[in-house]
């Protein structure tokens, strides 16, 4: 199975639990997503040494194949909060100052990706990317 259509599985995989979300709304039922978000590994030679810089310290924090930001964030000793961590809340957004992110949320508009990414699915496209945790 290539990468790209891993990925398009993913997606599918997070879109057919959005639909089981909103159908359990249309019921008025409780639903509660507990499934962690399965982002697509990369095998260790397409790795491209993706990292997160955190602005105020400058720290920076390399991501392993397939961990997520928000993984790596809180394996630091950061608090960032979440919900879904399937990339449908929005609990996690999380200001971007520098970067190319790929967004594999269902939140933001086209407008909103300039600034901001949800941490619990989207990464890195290449490189690193600046991310602000105590935006003003
Ligand atoms: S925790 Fe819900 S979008 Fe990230």
């Known amino acids: 199975m290539s990468m790209r ?38 095998a260790p030679d397409d790795d491209p040494g993706l990292e997160v810089e955190l602005a105020g310290t400058g720290e920076i924090l390399p991501l392993r ?18 919900s879904c961590e399937a990339g449908t809340c929005g609990a996690c957004r999380t200001r971007v100052l520098e970067g190319d992110v790929d967004h594999q949320d269902f939140v933001l508009t086209d407008d909103e990706q300039r600034d901001w990414m949800m941490v619990c699915v989207s990464r890195p496209r290449k490189g690193r990317i600046k991310i602000d945790l105590d935006p003003a």
């Open 5 to 42: 259509s891993q990925a398009r599985l993913g997606r599918l995989d997070r879109a057919a639990r959005i639909g089981l979300h909103l159908a359990e709304d249309l019921k008025g039922g409780d639903f509660e997503n507990f499934a962690p978000a399965q982002l697509p590994a990369t």
């Open 65 to 82: 194949p397939g961990q997520s930001v928000l993984d790596v964030l809180r394996t630091c000793g950061h608090d960032v909060e979440s």
